[in-house]
């Protein structure tokens, strides 16, 4: 059976591809498969580190994503280029750092979306994903619940926005 391409895509991007980004990439995928538009939505990561190349999810983030029934451990962590602008419709950071970084490495006449995931969240006016690779576990808790909240409003956002794409 062929297969077509997916019509919109999704890059979320954090500094090191293990905590942050890969608990949207999953919690947003599924999002997207629970939607019926897994043909239509294309979902990826990518951090601006290098430290982690083709590492699985930090042991903590895989955790508490396991405990609210998200397997994510399939992903491995890749390096964010340039290149990402030409395939991606939605280029999503987690924290003003990110942000800035990928503002410097994108091309002139980009014409996606290029901003911070929390942007889309519903429930909370904080900003930035705070990274909690050198925090405590509740860091990863909260993560989660921010990660959670800004996928759904992100769906919902691609929903208004992409009629003609994903149907009502
Ligand atoms: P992430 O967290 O950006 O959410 O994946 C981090 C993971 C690793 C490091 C920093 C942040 N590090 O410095 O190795």
Known sequence: MATTAAKLSVLFVCLGNICRSPTAH??????????????????????????HLNHAPDRRTAQVAATKGYDLSELRARLVTSADFNQFDYIIAMDNANLEDLRAMQPQGYQGYLGLFLDFSEQSAVQEVPDPYYGGEDGFELVFG???????????????????????
């Open 146 to 168: 921010l990660v959670e909240d800004a996928a759904n409003g992100l769906l919902r956002h691609m929903q208004s926005s992409h009629l003609q794409v994903l149907g009502s």
């Open 26 to 51: 999953g919690v947003f995928a599924k999002l997207v498969e629970q939607a019926g538009y897994s043909d239509l939505i294309q979902v990826d990561s990518a951090g601006t580190g290098d430290w």
